[in-house]
């Protein structure tokens, strides 16, 4: 998959609020220009899983509907599988997926059942191909009983379940995800991010998903790529960008009994160790390549009961990214 | 594969369907509602004037056929496409190796299998009401053109519903547009008064003009109120539309896709 300078810009009108705007708007109208995505450029190998990640509106979903061909891009090349999305040739649309948090793909009143038999015969599979891959993903999702009941009468989380089944049931080579554990309880939530790191090791299927949850993103992503107001900030593995925007760790010493924290601070230069109130807990921000050094410190200081090293959550990060971002450029 | 496309999908339709029957009732019964009162109010204007093309036999045979044809050549999709357009619900249908029109197709047919069977016996009701006035047409090829007509007239009722629909990839509400194009199709199709009592000077535009060959169309040929030109001629004119309204719909959907804005997650 190779995007380069992609870009899509829509056009929509301003209104003034309130009815005299709605009626002013039907004699002069103002059309505005909103760039969503501005010539973002990256490839993705077959087999890769990555996030991707940005703030609401930052042109995530635009660039994946632009990826699965649902819109027209602006400006800029596309090449998913050696096609041209936007082309949407029968050929191009057998391989690939996109599965939609907030959109349903199946027939509400009937059971999943009838969708996933439509789906056979539109993506022409035999009745033994058929039988085979609903046979893996129903065991893989476990949903094997639910099959027979209304969608209507199902819960958000079987529903996405069903979603997937029916989304996978042709074996796509690139799955597009968008949102997919949206509205989930966190155990369907765990379930659907099992399931599909299954299915990139077993079926080696290209994984390109957005979601709100770093916890998605962590648990399936090596790779992530942060959008924000349509450009690119960053391309390259969860852990480097961790580490580059969180370069400091905690370390965390609780002793069995009260130690003195002057001999820490003294140690460890240009450090600053902070104690609680009981006297036997000590924490330090550290940098990365100094960590080694302030655990052994710590463990000088006394008998030491517990020591824990531990990284900032990836979210807090990436929401002090995003707010940073934004403090920035409204600042001179 | 595209057959055993639309045959699951009009299976699927009629499933659907079936879940929803009592509406369907009250669907059927509104539906007999606009000739039904065509019907009375001719029946009063013909006991209370002379010189009327149309006797009182004549009225309650056109409006007992009309009741079902229309039935057979009526849609109701243009407001669903162009919410699909405008709200994004043409996405998850975009993305499969199947064109979003057959499952417009299917869900037309599908409906229509589920309702006919619905709306029979109402009709038969209604022939029983005024059994001394039907006069139906004996001719089995008059019968046999009706029954080849009939598929045309629902297939340019179709396109143009789907056509109008497809408009709303540039126009962000087609509502208006279509009641007025189901208001014009009301006098135009012959529903409200059948076009043979419209002035003579208006029967140029009246006879090429589409809507004719939505309903009233299967109708003459069926009454026999045509001649076998006439007849050609108005199977030509309905496959011209046709054809002109496959193209437009091409046209509109190979442009309308660059504008479609994918609308919601």
């Known amino acids: ?332 | 594969m595209t057959w055993r496309v639309l045959r699951r999908m009009i299976a699927m339709d009629i499933m659907q369907n079936l879940e929803y029957r009592g509406a369907f009732l009250l669907y059927m019964v509104g539906l007999l509602a606009t000739p039904v009162i065509s019907l009375l109010v001719w029946l009063a204007v013909s006991a209370g004037s002379h010189g009327l093309p149309f006797d009182r036999q004549q009225f309650v045979t056109y409006y007992l056929l009309l009741s079902v044809t229309s039935m057979v050549t009526s849609v109701w999709l243009g407001p669903w496409v162009a919410e699909n357009i405008r709200l994004g619900g043409l996405s998850p249908w975009l993305l499969r190796p199947a064109p979003y029109i057959l499952n417009q197709i299917a869900n037309n047919v599908g409906e229509k299998i589920v309702k006919l069977p619905l709306l029979v016996p109402l009709v038969a009701l209604l022939g029983f009401a005024f059994r001394g006035d039907v006069h139906l047409p004996t001719d089995p090829w008059a019968w046999l053109l009706f029954t080849l007509c009939l598929p045309l007239s629902a297939s340019v009722a179709f396109l143009l519903d789907f056509t109008l629909g497809s408009l709303a990839f540039w126009v962000h509400d087609v509502r208006g547009l279509l009641r007025v194009k189901y208001l014009l199709s009301g006098f135009l199709a012959g529903q409200f008064v059948p076009l043979e009592l419209f002035p003579p000077a208006l029967r140029g535009v009246l006879d090429v003009q589409p809507f004719r060959y939505t309903l009233s169309f299967p109708l003459e040929v069926v009454t026999g109120s045509l001649t076998r030109t006439q007849v050609l001629q108005g199977f030509l004119w309905q496959i011209g539309y046709c054809v002109a309204l496959w193209a437009v719909y091409r046209v509109e959907w190979h442009f309308g896709l660059r504008a479609y804005g994918a609308a919601g997650a």
């Open chain 1, 1 to 332: 998959m190779t995007v380069e300078n992609l870009s899509k810009t829509y056009r929509h009108h301003q209104r003034e609020p309130g009815l005299g705007g709605s009626v002013r708007s039907l004699f002069r109208r103002q059309s505005l220009e909103r760039v969503a995505v501005d010539r973002v450029s990256f490839s993705i190998e077959a087999g890769e899983i990555v996030g991707f990640l940005g703030p609401n509106g930052a042109g995530k979903t635009t660039t994946l509907k632009m990826l699965c061909g649902l819109l027209f891009p602006s400006a800029g090349q596309v090449s998913v599988l050696g096609f041209t999305p936007f082309q949407r040739q029968a050929a191009f649309l057998e391989r690939i997926a996109l599965v939609m948090g907030q959109k349903t793909m199946l027939a509400w009143d009937i059971p999943a059942m009838e969708t996933l038999l439509l789906q056979r015969d539109m993506y022409g599979l035999s009745r033994a191909e058929f039988k085979a891959s609903l046979g893996e993903l129903t065991e893989l999702l476990d949903v094997g009983p639910l099959l027979q009941v209304q969608v209507r009468k199902l819960s958000l989380g079987e529903r996405m379940k069903m979603e997937l089944l029916a989304a996978l049931l042709h074996r796509p080579d690139v799955l597009f995800l968008d949102e997919p554990t949206i509205g989930l309880d966190v155990l369907s939530q765990q379930r659907v991010r099992d399931f599909l790191r299954d299915l990139n090791r077993e079926r080696g299927t290209t994984i390109l998903l957005t979601s709100h949850y770093m916890d998605d993103i962590e648990a399936l992503c090596r790779r992530v790529m942060v959008i924000d107001r349509g450009q690119l900030y960053f391309d390259g593995e969860l852990a480097a960008l961790v580490e580059r925007l969180a370069p400091m760790k905690q370390v965390q010493a609780l002793y069995a009994e009260a130690v003195p924290v002057e001999q820490a601070r003294l140690e460890l230069d240009g450090l600053t160790p902070r104690q609680d109130d009981d006297l036997r807990r000590i924490r330090v921000a550290a940098p990365r390549d100094r960590v080694v050094e302030v655990a052994a410190c710590l463990l000088r200081l006394g008998p030491a009961i517990d020591l824990t090293v531990e990284e900032a959550p990836v979210e807090e990060i990436v929401r002090d990214l995003f707010r940073e971002r934004r403090r920035t450029e409204v600042e001179p």
